[in-house]
């Protein structure tokens, strides 16, 4: 049974950082697209990061410079370096997995972990 679980979030203060992190078990790690989505209260899960078995990584505009996404294939872990928090990054993190392609920002990610939730406060 594939299983993902999230952790490392918290609360800071903006301008602080955060690693979060995701632990994947039951599968073939390398063998998937991954991704960190988040949501806000009152607002649509987004995306915020992907990467592929290749390497290749992608980021939405919001975070792009601020947030990194990387991983550690030993360890079948995926972790999302954020630094330079902002209030509006305030929202529960879900890491994702789905099924490997070129592109993994058209994947339909089908595994999802219970999330971890970060609170970015003046």
Same mark, same amino acid.
């Given at each position: 049974?594939?299983?993902?679980m ?9 301008g ?6 995701c632990v994947a078990?039951?599968?073939?790690y ?5 991704a960190w989505? *988040?949501?806000?209260?009152?607002k649509?899960?987004?995306r ?5 078995n290749n390497?290749r ?6 975070? /792009?410079?601020?947030f990194t996404?990387?991983e550690? +294939?030993? /360890?079948n872990t995926?972790y999302?370096?954020m +630094?330079?928090? /902002?209030?509006?990054?305030?929202a ?13 920002r *058209?994947?339909v ?5 219970q999330g ?5 406060s003046?």
């Amino acid at each position: 049974q594939v299983q993902l679980m999230e952790s490392g979030g918290g609360s800071v203060q903006a301008g602080g950082s955060l690693r979060l992190s995701c632990v994947a078990s039951g599968y073939r790690y390398s063998r998937y697209c991954m991704a960190w989505f *988040r949501q806000a209260p009152g607002k649509e899960r987004e995306r915020v990061a992907t990467l592929s078995n290749n390497g290749r990584t992608s980021s939405e505009d919001s975070v /792009k410079g601020r947030f990194t996404i990387s991983e550690d +294939n030993a /360890k079948n872990t995926l972790y999302l370096e954020m +630094n330079s928090l /902002k209030p509006e990054d305030t929202a529960m993190y879900y890491c994702a997995a789905g099924p490997l392609a070129t592109d993994c920002r *058209r994947v339909v990610f089908g595994v999802w972990g219970q999330g971890t939730q970060v609170t970015v406060s003046l």
